[in-house]
Each structure stands twice: as structure tokens, then as C-alpha cells.
């Protein structure tokens, strides 16, 4: 019998009992759905938590520390000698922290970088260039916006956050800050020295801005000075507050950049010999992988078990399709069917409802994932006022999971469809023919 | 043609622990010759469906040999028999046998298109063996919708429909009035006349002198064979 004579047949005979064909298409459906929109949480956690971490760090950098104490210079240079090691970059923490020019006035987060390393790990410029001399700074992208007069008195008020984060903007620096110069005050963030109001006052100038960051939430507030500038103003602040001097030469970050994230693991472990503590993306994200992948396996498995239900009504539904048609089988038989065509034609037909089931199931699970999504994030802001954040998914349906859950639910049905298939070449040729004697 | 030898049957009734044993076929020899029609007569329970289901593979003899056509099939698995029986056996029942949710002319294709045959052919096929049968205005309907003369008729199309050397039914005359059967009769005579078809039937005694070559009986099992010929031949 030809494969395309089975299907006729078997189509013929499913449009005979529509309703039970169907309401078992139904069972698996809703079965197939919720196995994918289950399991399509679990996925959408993952992703969000996968995204969460790749987003403020590099895959290929590794973030350095040691035990008891801060990392020095010699550290540093120990780091460079590292087969695999494309760059270290290193940056001290100021004290110092308001800048100004005219009335505007800005706290940002300075700190002395080595360029020549920034650079060759990967640090862009969004115009200017890099520091040449000691009194020369970069700053960051967001630098400007957050360079603010005062605020007039009562100028937020009544206003919401939202409303307020606006007009704030109104207060911000708005020329090209390029090749200008600016005061940076010599008072320590220390507060428990105190400091005369006429600290003294040093004239850097701006000769780079930083690239816009990747991410629309990201605030580069960074300033980035000599290593110079930072030994002068370590010593004007030393005299302010002699507990510095101790922490002069101790770097407050210290990462290594490797030439791609397939050497991290490598480059950590021989990092780790020497004994520092490594922590890079890719080592967190394998310990969040093995915890993911067993959550999701365990929602999979819950989601299967209603796929497992759904597997019952088709298992009764051949039954029954077999009993109901014994008479034609033992028909088919005497006349030459073999035991072969009958298995597949029955085997084809719980196919068939397992092939629609799990088709709708898909789409369905599709549909509501993108519902749930979409509407979730407006249900919230209704109820609980508050705004979800950003890029916030209930629901992720890759790939992946669409192929698992469609193997799981043709796999059980295909188990569900191979008991009554194999009873039907059972079938007892006279018995079947003397029934209706 | 067929050539049966030493067969002997017994049913086994009831449970495994209980079983209980209940032979009704002993060593039977039947020859049946090509072109042959041979009629199998006897009184009822005597055995000669179980012979005739034995021949059709329907049951699988324990002791004994049948050969068909140069084929020794009791020796064959069921899938074996099952082509076996597609390709060189045609079947008329005594309560024709027709598939209720396919048309007569689907019941006529049917073992075309088990043995794959396609589409073009199919319906050549058909179509002539429905108009052999004088029931081309009826091919749509549903075996509910014809008379019982008409049913077995289409069950004989399907019967001849992979041309068949050899027909096996079981009182095909039986649920058929005496007009039907009449009919039913020359027409059985014609295919052997006209086609050299080897009947082998089970009938009652009346129905066989018009046509059967031959006559075997069963009595309790027990095979007499040849004693109508001379009358029929007479
Ligand atoms: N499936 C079965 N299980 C047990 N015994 C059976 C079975 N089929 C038939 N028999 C027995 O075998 C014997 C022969 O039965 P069979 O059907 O061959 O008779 P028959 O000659 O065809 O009779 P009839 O003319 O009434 O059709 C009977 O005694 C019957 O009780
Ligand atoms: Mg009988």
C-alpha cells in the first residue's frame, strides 16, 4: 500500500469521527501549550538572568583580586607576563571627586587610568584624543549631562519622578565640553576630614570623551586622569588627610583582557595558580547555566507530565478507533492486508492527531507567550504602579525549546499510538468476519 | 492447483490450565486439479469451514501440508500468507464481507490499492470489473444502500479484481435467494469456462449438480471424496 493511499484512508476515516478526533487533537494541544509555556518561563528567567550579566561586562575580561590585600604595581606586572593576556588595565581610585566650570558643577567618579591598556582593551573614543600630558583628562559619554547648575529653589516641586528627571535636564551643561577647561577641587570624599572652603584648585583639560555606552540605561560618569595628576593630587589631599598616603599605590580594579572568551577559562586558571581571585562572565555564567538548565529540565519534566495526560485520550481514542473497526481490519486482513500495513495505518493516524496537536499547541504556546508579554508589563504599571523593567520577558520560547517540546509530545504520542496499532494486526481474521453473521 | 496432505485440526477451547481439545479435521488428502470447480458438501459442524479456512490461512494447520499453486503455504508467517492471499487468492463469503464505509467501487479498489498499483490502472481496473458485474451505476453506493445480490456482487468484482487463479468461498450461494443464486452460479461457471478459474466451495447439494465438477464431503471430519462426479458427469 502506498503512503499516499494510507494517508487517504486514514484521512477518511478521522473525518468519521470528527468530534473525537478532534477533542483528542484538543487534550494534546492544550498539553503540548502548556508543556512549551511552562518551560518557556523557566528559558525566559535564564535569558533575562544571561542578559542581566553580559550586559555591564566584557566576555573576555577577567576581574582580578587577592585575598587579604589590594594589587599593586608588581601585580600588574605579573599579570602582563601571562601567555594569553592581550591587555591589563588598572585604574586607582581619587578621593577628589567634584569638577567645574562656570556655575556648573559635577561629582563624577575619577579615577587614574593607564591608557596605553584601556586602550588595547578595547577602549573607544567618541571624539578627541587621549591624554598626552599630566593635566589632561578624558571623560565619560554622560559626563555633560550630569555637569548641572544649581537647581533654583522649589524647581522640582509637585513635579513626579519622571517629570522631574526632565526638567533636571534642564539644568545641565549644553556646549561641546571638548578642549575646555575645567577646575577640579582638592577636597577629599573623606567626611571625616575637614576642609576649609578655599581648597585649592587644579586646571585639567578636557582632550577626550568616551564612546556612547552600548546599553540605553548605562551612565559613563567616569573622568579618566594621568597616573601624574594622580600622584600630584594624592599629595595635596595627604595633607588633608593623612590615611591616604597608605593607599597610594594600591590599584581599586584590575582586569585582564584576553584575546577572545574562549581563552577566559584558560587564562583564569593560570591566573588563579599564582594566587589571585578570578571573576570573569563566563565563569559565572557556567555555574548559572548548570543552575538554569536543571531548572528548566524540572519544569519540562512537569510540563511533560501533562503531555503524558493528553497521551491517555489518544491511547483511548485508538483503542477505540481499533475496536470500533475490527471488523474492517479482519476484512483488510482476509484479503491480504499485511500485519505491517495495518500497524502503520493506525500508527499514521495517531500520528496525525499527535502532528495537529502538537502543531496548534505550538502556535498556541506561541500566541500566549507574546500575549503574556506584552500584556504583562501593562498589568503591572495598572496595579501596582510601578514600571517593569526594561526589556522584562515572562515568557521565551527559543528554538531549542520548540524542538524539545516537539520531540517530547511526538514521542509520546507515537508510545501512546504503538499498544492499540500492535492490537490492531491482533485481530482474529474469523472472529472479525463471523461478527455480523 | 491446491494439494492437501495429512491435515488434521483441533480447536483448542478454554483457559491454559483447562484446556480442552477439539479435533475436527483427521488427516485429510485433497487434490484439486487447475481449472478445477470442486464443491465441498456435508453436514453442518462436520468441518468444512475450518477445511476451507485451513486452505485460505485464515488458521494455521498444526499437522499436515497444503500447496497452492506450487507454493507450500503452511509453512508461511502471517505477513507471507497475507500477500499470499492478496496475490493469488480471491474470496466470496457467505455474508459478503464488504468494508460498510466505502463505496462499492472503493470496495472493488481496495486490493489494488493494497498491492499498490496506481492510480491510472486503479481505476481502469475497477471501472471494467464493476461493469463485469453490471453494477457501474452503482459504484457510489455504500454496501447499506444495495441488495444482497447486488453485495455479493461487488464482492466477487473485488475477488476477481487482481485476477486471481483460484477462488476460495464459503457458501456464497447462502444468504442469496434462489433467483441470485442462480445467477450467482453461471457466473461462476462462466469465469471457469471463459477463464480457466479454479473454484474451490462449499454448497449444499442441490446448488451443485448445475455446475461442479466434482464433490467432496466431510463427514465427522473425515474426507469421501469423488462420489458425485459420476452423476454430475452423467
Ligand atoms: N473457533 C472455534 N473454536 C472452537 N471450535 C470451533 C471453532 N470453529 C468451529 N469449531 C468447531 O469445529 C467444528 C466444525 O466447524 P465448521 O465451522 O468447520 O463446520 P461447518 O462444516 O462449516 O458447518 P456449517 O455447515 O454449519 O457451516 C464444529 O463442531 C465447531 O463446533
Ligand atoms: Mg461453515
Redesign the pocket.
Known amino acids: 500500500m502506498k503512503f499516499k493511499d494510507k494517508h487517504r484512508f486514514v484521512r477518511s476515516n478521522m473525518k468519521k469521527n470528527r468530534t473525537r478526533v478532534w477533542m483528542t487533537i484538543l487534550a494534546s494541544t492544550i498539553g503540548c501549550a502548556f508543556l512549551i509555556m511552562l518551560a518557556s518561563v523557566g528559558f525566559a528567567i535564564h535569558k533575562t538572568a544571561i542578559d542581566d550579566v553580559m550586559s555591564y561586562r566584557m566576555m573576555n575580561e577577567i576581574q582580578i583580586q587577592k585575598e587579604n590585600s589590594m594589587l599593586e604595581e608588581n601585580d600588574v606586572k605579573k599579570l602582563e607576563q601571562i601567555k594569553g593576556v592581550k591587555a591589563v588595565t588598572r585604574k586607582k581610585y581619587t578621593p577628589a571627586n567634584q569638577l567645574s566650570i562656570d556655575e556648573y558643577n559635577t561629582y563624577a567618579d575619577v579615577k587614574s587610568a593607564h591608557m596605553p591598556s584601556e586602550e588595547k582593551a578595547g577602549f573607544e573614543l567618541e571624539k578627541g584624543r587621549l591624554p598626552q600630558s599630566k593635566n589632561e583628562i578624558v571623560i565619560g559619554y554622560h559626563f555633560a549631562e550630569n555637569l548641572r547648575k544649581d537647581a533654583p529653589k522649589n524647581f522640582l516641586e509637585g513635579l513626579s519622578e519622571e517629570e522631574a528627571q526632565k526638567k533636571m535636564k534642564e539644568l545641565s551643561y549644553k556646549g561641546d565640553l571638548l578642549n575646555k577647561t575645567i577646575t577640579y577641587h582638592m577636597k577629599t570624599d573623606n567626611q571625616n576630614v575637614k576642609v576649609d572652603e578655599q581648597a585649592k584648585t587644579l586646571e585639567v583639560k578636557i582632550v577626550g570623551i568616551g564612546k556612547k555606552p552600548t546599553k540605553e540605561w548605562a551612565m559613563d560618569n567616569y573622568v579618566f586622569i594621568t597616573e601624574d595628576l594622580y600622584k600630584e593630587v594624592f599629595s595635596i589631599l595627604g595633607e588633608q588627610d593623612p590615611e591616604l598616603e597608605a593607599a597610594e599605590n594600591n590599584y581599586s580594579e584590575v582586569n585582564v583582557y584576553t584575546a577572545s572568551a574562549d581563552e577566559v577559562k584558560a587564562v583564569s586558571e593560570k591566573i588563579e595558580k599564582l594566587d589571585y581571585l578570578t571573576y570573569s562572565v563566563v565563569s559565572e555564567l557556567k555555574e548559572l547555566n548548570i543552575y538554569f538548565t536543571l531548572f528548566k529540565a524540572g519544569l519540562i519534566f512537569i510540563g511533560a507530565i501533562a503531555v503524558l495526560i493528553a497521551s491517555i485520550g489518544i491511547f483511548n481514542t485508538m483503542t477505540m478507533a481499533v475496536t470500533e473497526r475490527s471488523q474492517d481490519i479482519g476484512i483488510m486482513k482476509a484479503i491480504g492486508a499485511t500485519p505491517k500495513t495495518i500497524k502503520r495505518i493506525f500508527l499514521l493516524e495517531s500520528g496525525y492527531i499527535g502532528l495537529w496537536g502538537v502543531g496548534l499547541g505550538t502556535i498556541l504556546a506561541y500566541v500566549i507567550s507574546y500575549g503574556v508579554n506584552f500584556a504583562l508589563p501593562i498589568i503591572i504599571e495598572q496595579f501596582i504602579n510601578e514600571k517593569p523593567p526594561e526589556d522584562f520577558i515572562l515568557s521565551y520560547i527559543p528554538w531549542s525549546l520548540t524542538v524539545i517540546s516537539v520531540t517530547i509530545c511526538m514521542g509520546v504520542t507515537l508510545l501512546s499510538g504503538w499498544r492499540p496499532a500492535a492490537k490492531a494486526t491482533t485481530v482474529d481474521v ?2 472479525a468476519l463471523r461478527r455480523d453473521v | 492447483m491446491i494439494s492437501v496432505s495429512n491435515l488434521s485440526y483441533a ?3 478454554g483457559k491454559k490450565d483447562k484446556e480442552n481439545v ?1 479435533p ?1 479435521l483427521h488427516d485429510v488428502h485433497l487434490h484439486v486439479a487447475k481449472g478445477e470447480i470442486v464443491a465441498i458438501v ?12 485451513l486452505i485460505s490461512g485464515f ?1 494455521r494447520p498444526e499437522i499436515g501440508e497444503i500447496t497452492i499453486g506450487g507454493t507450500k503455504v503452511s509453512g508461511l508467517t502471517e505477513s507471507k500468507w497475507a500477500e499470499f492471499r492478496l496475490n493469488h487468492l480471491g474470496f466470496i463469503f457467505q455474508s459478503f464481507q464488504l468494508i460498510p464505509s466505502m463505496t462499492a467501487y472503493e470496495n472493488v479498489e481496495f486490493p489494488l490499492v493494497l498491492k499498490g498499483v496506481n492510480e491510472k490502472d486503479r481505476k481502469e481496473k475497477t471501472l471494467e470489473m464493476l461493469k463485469r458485474v453490471g453494477l457501474e451505476p452503482y459504484q457510489n453506493h455504500y454496501p447499506g444502500e444495495l441488495s444482497g445480490g447486488q453485495q455479493q456482487r461487488v464482492s466477487i468484482a473485488r475477488a476477481l479484481v487482481l485476477n486471481p487463479p483460484l477462488i476460495l468461498a ?2 456464497p450461494t447462502g444468504s442469496l435467494d434462489s433467483e441470485n443464486e442462480r445467477e450467482l452460479l453461471n457466473f461462476i461457471k462462466e469465469l471457469n469456462e471463459d477463464y480457466g478459474i479454479t473454484f474451490l466451495m ?1 454448497t449444499h447439494d442441490h446448488e451443485v449438480a448445475s455446475i461442479a465438477h466434482r464433490k467432496v464431503e ?1 463427514v465427522d ?1 473425515y474426507l469421501k471424496e469423488g462420489r458425485m462426479l459420476h452423476e454430475v458427469q452423467r
Open positions: 474469523l472472529k | 480447536f483448542k477451547i477439539v475436527v456435508g453436514r453442518s459442524g462436520s468441518g468444512k469451514s475450518t477445511l476451507l479456512n488458521i464459503d457458501e462449499i466431510i471430519g
